[in-house]
Every structure is written in structure tokens, then in C-alpha cells.
């Protein structure tokens, strides 16, 4: 069985790991491979080729580093089929959707392409008698990212584009239950000229995680994953001095008013609360449908989600593939229970599903409760799978204060066709991403990707702007260059003249 290995000086190598965890093949339920656990050593080990790296790369000329870029955007093209097959087949999402994650992150790399721009200080002339003041970003050095196991190009593409062509070398821990792409990936950089050492993987579970927030020599950490690991990861490396941007979990919210077009949003609701089986940050969990809206919305929802064709990744008549894990379906499948012993309605039950086949396979079907209520297990906890529970709201207000109420504010959507409604809206909601008729409201890679309260710990949203702050430091420079035979040492404080 193949043992997927660590890439680190620009070669694949064990290192000096000998502990594996099975990587499974969700649409059959058997595991495909073994990918290496890292131990902290082999941590030390790619760091000191990162830091080596980062003596030239850091140094590097801005050409040199979009020219990278510019070759590793046309290699993402060419190989997206092949990487998005690498993705569902360990992922278990259909592969045009994980040709989606690939199209999304790679305009990240196109963000990174115009870096130059992002990177630009500013100059003031003659801030005092012949005196200029300017600014200028520097990278940090050597960077690490951990990512979770949902978007397994996307997530890292958020993160190592930026770092990289802003002059640091990037250490990635990707998850270990869909390690395979993260491998590629490094191919296809040393393929665009990347020097090596200046991207690295290594693969691992929580002793790789602590080794990368522990060490010295990591200026920074980026992590996306779940609320608890983000406020562990956020607490643990901010305490040895290092820059954090956790990104965590979310339960978003979609209203729906009684004057939107329902087939429209139910359409949207549908693909996604159960698109990637429910198992992306911002897909749709909650439908908060208002007034009259309610039980006309449900009925559409219901006819649309038992249409939802449920098979293997690799099959394009597939809408939806399998969980990642068997844990992952217990979780479905007891939320599904939960939700019903409490009261909620199971309009659509997909626990008892099967794949003709598959039978092995991690899937379940797509669920749809009605009448959940915000006290309801259903409701309050991140199920992370394709259950949609929808809560019913008398007014727009109330359905505001549901989604206030949520510790979660990564996204939410609300469909209508007012306008008043929409901006009022927008304006009271505590969530990062808002979507008006738009269900999944990513921002584009030249904005910033974050959300508020438990889904973002820590103040630093992640790529775009915020991106290239997070992974540079700035310094101002005040110069003056004086007459010398005329100047004199004053003692008092400078002020300008
Ligand atoms: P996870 O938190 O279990 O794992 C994320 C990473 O942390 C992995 O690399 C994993 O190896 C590591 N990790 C796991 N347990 C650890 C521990 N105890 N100590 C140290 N490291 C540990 O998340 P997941 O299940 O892979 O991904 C799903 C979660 O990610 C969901 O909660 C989802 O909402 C969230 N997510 C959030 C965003 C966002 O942008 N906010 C995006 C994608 C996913």
C-alpha cells in the first residue's frame, strides 16, 4: 500500500518518521494508504531547510517571485483534472466540485501574480525642512500552516501564494485524511522554479501541530479547522511570540422572506446546505424562513432534496459523495436522531441511505428538519454534514437576533427581492460574509476571507489585504540628507519645521 511521504528540502522523504494513519476511499468505506505522522524532530528538520531557504528567498526580487507565480497559476490549469480527481477520491466530494475548490484557490495565486502592487509603501515628501518619510514591508521568515481535511487545495491556496510571494518560506501541515494534494501541489511549485525549501509539507496529527506552534524559528501560524483546535492554536503559539490567524467553524444561517422568488432560494438552499455534503465552512445549515414563507419554502426544499443524487466522487451523474469518515457519518446520523427525540420535524430522512455497490462507502443522505428551535442540539452544534434544519421567524428583526444570538459569524445569506430588507440586513448581522440572493458569499481573493465571533479567533482574516499584512512587517524610514558643514546636534525633542 502506498505511504505517503513529507516533502521538505524539495524532495519526498520519511524523515525520521516510522507512524502512519490509513487514508481512506470515503466512497468505499476501505483505506487506499498510509500517510506519515511527523514527529517533532522531523519538524525541526524542515524547519532548518525553510530558514536555509529563506536566506536567498527572502532576499529575492519581486520578478523573481511573480514569475513563480505566473508559472504555478499555468500549471494549476493544466493539471486541474488530475488534482481534482487526487481530491475526490480522498476527500469523497464529486470532481467537479473539487474542481470548484481549484478554480477558487487559484485565484489566489493570481492575487499573489499582482503582489507587487499589494506590497507598495508610501512616501511623504518634505514631512519636515528636507525630510521624507517612507515605508516599506518585509516578510517574516519562516511561516506554517495547518488546514483541515474540507477544502484540501483551496484552504492552503488561501495561505502559501501570499506567504510565498511576499518573500517567506512556507511549512504546510495539511490534514492527514486528504493528504495527497497537498504533495502535487508541491510538485507543481518546484515545477515553476520555486527554490527548494522555500515550500514545504509535512504531514502529521497533533505531535506535528504542537512541534510547529512550539518552535522558535516559526514567525507565524495560519490555521482553518474547527473552533476548539483554532482557540488551542491560537493560545499556544501567541505564547511563543507568534503571529496567529485561526479561522474556525460556523453554523450559517440563510433567511428566507416571504417576498423572495422560493424556487430561487429553495434552489440555492438545497445546493448549499448538501453540496460536498455539507462539509464546507460556509455551507448553508440553518434556513431561517420568515412568515409565510415558511411551510411553502419547506415543501420546495423537501421536493428538491430528496432529487439529490447521492454516489461515489469519480461518477458525474453524483450531486453528492459520501462523508469523510465513518466518525463523520455516526456524527450525521446521530444529529439526525437528536434532532428528532427533541421535536424537530424529519421532513427528509437520509440516515438509512445506501449506494448500490458502495455499500461500505461513508454515505448518508441528505436530511431536512423543520421547526428546529435554537435550544435543540440540531441547532446550537456544528454537525459538519448534510442535515439542513430550518427554524421558523415571525419578522426579519427576529430572524436577525437568532443569527446575533449564534456564537458562530462566519457566513450567512438572506433572500429577498427588498432592498430596505437587504440592507438592513447587512448592516445588523454579526457575521463576516454576507450573501444578498447569493448563497455561499466567499469573497474574492482580493478581498479577505474571515468570519466573526467563534469562527475567527484572533483579529487577522486571512488572504487578500489582510493576507499580506498578516505574513509582512513594516518599518518607516525617516531621512534627511543634511548640509553637513552646516549641521548642529539639538538636544531638544525633533519636532518638524
Ligand atoms: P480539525 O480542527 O479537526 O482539524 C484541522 C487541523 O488541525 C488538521 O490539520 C488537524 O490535523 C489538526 N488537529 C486536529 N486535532 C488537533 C489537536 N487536538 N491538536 C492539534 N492539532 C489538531 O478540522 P477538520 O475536521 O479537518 O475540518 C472541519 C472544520 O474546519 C469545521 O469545523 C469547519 O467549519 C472548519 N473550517 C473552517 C473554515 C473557515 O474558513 N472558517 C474553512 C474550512 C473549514
Known sequence: MNTIEHWINGTATSAGSTRTAPVFDPATGKQQASVLLAEASDVDTAVAAASKAFESWGDSSLSQRTRVMFAFRELLVKHEDELA????????????????????????????????????GSFSDQVSRDVDVHDFHQPLGVVA?????????????????????????????????????????????AEAG?????????????????AILDHPDIAAVSFVGSTPIAKYVHERAT?????????????????????????????????????????????????VAVGAAGDKL???????????????????????????????????????AQGAEQGATVVVDGRG????????????????????????????????????????????????AIINANPYGNGTAIFTGSG??????????????????????????YYSFGGWKDSLIGDSPIHGPAGVRF???????????????????AFTFPTSS
Open 471 to 489: 505574513y509582512t512587517r513594516a518599518k518607516v524610514v525617516t531621512t534627511r540628507w543634511p548640509h553637513t558643514s552646516t549641521s548642529a546636534a
Open 194 to 210: 520555486l527554490p527548494e525549501g522555500v515550500f514545504t509539507v509535512v504531514h502529521g496529527d497533533k505531535v506535528a501541530v504542537d
Open 145 to 189: 500552516g495547518i488546514t483541515p481535511f474540507n477544502f484540501p487545495i483551496m484552504v492552503p491556496l488561501w495561505m502559501h501564494p501570499v506567504a510565498i510571494a511576499t518573500g517567506n518560506t512556507f511549512i504546510l501541515k495539511p490534514s492527514e485524511r486528504d493528504p495527497s494534494a497537498s504533495n502535487f501541489v508541491a510538485q507543481l511549485y
Open 85 to 120: 480527481r487526487i481530491i475526490s477520491r480522498e476527500h469523497g466530494k464529486v470532481v467537479d466540485d473539487a474542481r470548484g475548490e481549484i478554480v477558487r484557490g487559484r485565484e489566489v495565486v493570481e492575487y499573489a501574480c499582482g503582489i507587487a502592487d499589494a506590497l507598495k
Open 353 to 400: 441511505l445506501t449506494v448500490d455497490g458502495h455499500e461500505e462507502g461513508f454515505f448518508v443522505g441528505p436530511s431536512l428538519l423543520d421547526h428546529v428551535t435554537t435550544d435543540m442540539t440540531a441547532y446550537r452544534e456544528e454537525i459538519f454534514g448534510p442535515v439542513l434544519a430550518v427554524v421558523r421567524a415571525e419578522t426579519v428583526d427576529e430572524a436577525i
Open 239 to 287: 505564547a511563543t511570540g507568534k503571529r496567529v490567524q485561526a479561522l474556525g467553524g460556523a453554523k450559517n444561517h440563510a433567511v428566507v422572506l416571504p417576498d423572495a422568488d422560493l424556487e430561487y432560494a429553495a434552489n440555492h438552499l438545497t445546493a448549499a446546505a448538501f453540496g460536498s455534503a455539507g462539509q464546507r465552512c460556509m455551507a448553508i445549515s440553518v434556513g
Open 298 to 336: 419547506v415543501g420546495i426544499l423537501e421536493r428538491k432534496a430528496r432529487e439529490v443524487k447521492v454516489g461515489p466522487g469519480g461518477d458525474p451523474a453524483s450531486d453528492m459523495g459520501p462523508v469523510v469518515t465513518e466518525a463523520a457519518r455516526e456524527r450525521v446520523v446521530n444529529a439526525v
Open 420 to 445: 430596505e430588507a437587504a440592507r438592513k440586513f447587512q448592516r445588523e448581522v454579526k457575521v463576516g460574509m454576507i450573501g444578498v440572493n447569493v448563497p455561499i458569499p466567499v469573497p474574492m481573493a
